[in-house]
């Protein structure tokens, strides 16, 4: 019963990732990871409590059987000989493939489950909209602590940890669709007035210092593009523009606090509500951010992006960026 039991199991398990991989649902990793951490844990505690001393004694009564059994032979003068016993003591104590592949997985599966939901998490860079500080096909760590410890799926906050600064690069889940994790660059914590106006960026009022550097050529584009160092607080990060593009933000949503918001063809101003975040791509004229669909609520906060582990198209992209 139990193998077919665990078969179904699994076959649940590849079937979800098999319609994940051909876009044939909307995957959910924390939640698919949650439940494989749950569904081999069970097997493992049924294993240590149950299947285990259930095999150690069959094999147990296997040794006593033969033991008797020798001590007869041996009253009648009989050589004991049990060449096979050891490896049939061994065949029964060996986990069936159906715990192999549940409760001998489950302290791998944890571990990958605590890792990623406490400690670090690893996201893959789909798009230049953060270009030049991280480039497509970057692989990058995410610290998951830095901004307080969350529940796993519920996402519900477990310590304070230290709220966002601006200049930092914050992965997020994307608000009009949470299941999509996004990252950006914090540019306006609570209370800040943010402007983007003829794409110069200004806080509260002061003009955030930028320096023009030489033109970026951006290979994917083929093109050159405005390169400049901005510091925010302080932290210095680079960023982009592309003069073929107009200041005026086209296509805005209608998001939560939208009113806290004035579009002009100069660009955008807003004032960042409580509990919010106002994020924006280091490749301006090339990031789908806040201008467009609003702030990043606390509650949707992933963590705080800091190494590149790995680029297998530049290996010397590996490390840490501002």
């Known amino acids: 019963m139990m193998p077919v039991i665990t078969a179904a199991v699994l076959a649940a398990f590849v079937g979800y990732a098999g319609a994940w991989y051909f876009e044939m649902v909307e995957g959910n990793f924390a939640l698919l990871l949650f439940m494989a951490t749950a569904v081999t844990g069970v097997y493992w505690i049924a294993e240590r409590l149950w299947f285990l001393p259930r095999r150690r004694r069959a094999a ?74 991280l480039e497509i096909g970057d692989l990058i760590l995410v610290n998951k602590f830095t901004y307080g ?30 299941s999509l994790d996004y990252i950006k660059r914090v540019v306006g914590v609570p209370g800040d007035e943010v402007a983007y106006l003829n794409k110069r960026l200004t806080l509260n009022g002061q003009p955030v210092p930028t320096v023009r550097l030489q033109d970026y050529f951006e290979r994917d584009a083929m093109r050159y593009f405005r390169h400049y160092e901005e510091q925010l607080g302080e932290r210095k990060h680079r960023i982009l523009t592309d003069d073929d593009r107009p200041a005026f933000v086209a296509g805005a949503d209608n998001f939560e ?59 010397g992209r590996v490390g840490t960026f501002d």
């Not at 893959?124 to 270009?131: A, L, N, W």
């Open 149 to 178: 410890l969350r529940l796993p799926v519920l996402h519900k906050r477990l310590t304070e940890g230290t709220a966002p600064k601006r200049g930092d690069v914050m992965v997020f889940r994307y608000p009009p669709k949470p």
């Open 257 to 315: 606090f939208r009113e806290n918001c004035r579009y002009s063809v100069e660009g955008v101003v807003c004032k960042v509500p409580a509990g919010h975040y106002f994020v924006m791509g280091d490749n301006r004229d090339n990031s789908l951010d806040s201008r467009y669909w609003g702030f990043v609520p606390e509650r949707n906060i992933v963590g705080k992006a800091f190494l590149i582990w790995m680029n297998f198209g530049s290996l």
């Open 60 to 133: 147990a009564e296997l040794v006593a059987s033969a033991g008797e059994r020798n001590a007869r032979l041996s009253a009648q003068g009989i050589a004991p000989v049990d060449p096979k016993l050891a490896e049939a003591r061994h065949r029964i104590l060996a986990q069936p493939w159906w715990l192999d592949w549940t409760a001998g997985l489950f302290p791998v599966i944890l571990a990958v489950f605590v890792l990623r939901s406490f400690l670090f998490e690893p996201f893959k860079i789909p798009s230049g909209s953060m270009i030049p500080t």
